[in-house]
């Protein structure tokens, strides 16, 4: 994507005052080169000003600028949206629905639909991308230790997997967190198979199930936690999923597992594109263009 100015507050405020605003930002996502008709490539076409459709000149088509957005069939004004999506893109430590109710004069439902929506555009994007080169890769436990007060693997918090990628300097690059039934081997190697690249070298911890990364074929290497011999072992990643639970702590205080993933999406959105600060509502956007809907049904089934 394009270098894009940072979009301030003042700035967003400035471009995206009326509907049609957001609707001509919409289109040019959409349509960066002109339009062509989703259905069979057509480049000419009228405007329907009474029903806010595009039809085709060749097939008669019809169209609109949310068709095949997480914005389809919404009855939320688009400077909603808009605004909805920049606060989200705006803040690292994320916003939760009760602040967006309030702020956009919402329900507490629909503000609440909106941003799933929008988490459900992070995690659909970031599922285009695979790990490469040095992984760190360990399993976390999100949630309230049992009453035993033990923690970590054997309790009954929800387990994850997390995956790092290191640069040459041996800086993070990309993150990916997957809420998982198990640590077993079997987990751990389709986890591998869906976000590392097969040529990728593995550094984990000597938990017996990683082993099972090995037999399939990867570069592993597994190293003895001990914070005295190896201090920087794991240290980007450990340093990610403390940021990871204070992000859901700090914000949302806690989440059921049923929508974790939905959170943890966010997260690795916003910390895999850390460098790109006021420009991160463009990107935030075009996701939310290139992904379906969700619908209220759906999230609480």
């Not at 916003?95 to 929008?118: F, G, M, N």
Request: proline share 4%; aromatic share 12%; charged share 20%.
């Amino acid at each position: 994507m394009a270098q894009q100015d940072t979009m301030t507050l003042k700035r967003f405020q400035q471009k995206f005052d009326s509907e049609q605003a957001c609707c001509e930002q919409l289109f040019q996502i959409r349509w960066p080169n002109g339009f062509r008709c989703p259905k069979c490539q057509h480049e000419s076409f009228y405007f329907l000003e009474s029903r806010k459709l595009y039809q085709c000149c060749a097939c008669r088509h019809q169209t609109s600028v949310t068709a095949g957005t997480i914005m389809h069939k919404s009855h939320m004004p688009l400077i909603t949206w808009f605004w909805s999506i920049f606060l989200m893109a705006h803040d690292k430590r994320g916003v939760s629905a009760t602040y967006i109710a309030r702020e956009l004069e919402l329900t507490y439902p629909t503000a609440w639909l909106l941003l799933h929506k929008t988490r459900k555009a992070m995690g659909d994007r970031d599922a285009n991308y695979q790990l490469a080169g040095l992984v760190e890769l360990d399993d976390a436990f999100f949630g309230a230790p049992t009453e035993s007060g033990k923690r970590g693997r054997g309790t009954e918090q929800t387990p994850m997997l997390v995956g790092v990628s290191l640069n040459k300097q041996g800086a993070p690059q990309y993150v990916k967190m997957q809420v998982i039934p198990d640590v077993k081997g079997k987990t751990l190697v389709e986890f591998a198979h869906q976000y590392i690249e097969p040529d990728a070298t593995i550094s984990s911890d000597a938990y017996r199930s990683y082993n099972a990364l090995a037999r399939e074929g990867y570069d592993h290497q597994p190293i003895k936690f001990n914070v005295k011999d190896n201090p920087d072992h794991l240290k980007w990643l450990h340093t990610i999923i403390s940021n990871a639970k204070a992000f859901i702590g700090g914000t949302f205080h806690g989440l059921a597992t049923k929508h974790l993933q939905a959170y943890l999406n966010e997260f690795c959105f916003r910390t895999n594109r850390r460098q790109f600060g006021g420009q991160l509502l463009n990107r935030l956007l075009a996701a939310c263009v290139s992904t379906d809907t969700l619908t209220y049904r759906e999230l609480t089934a």
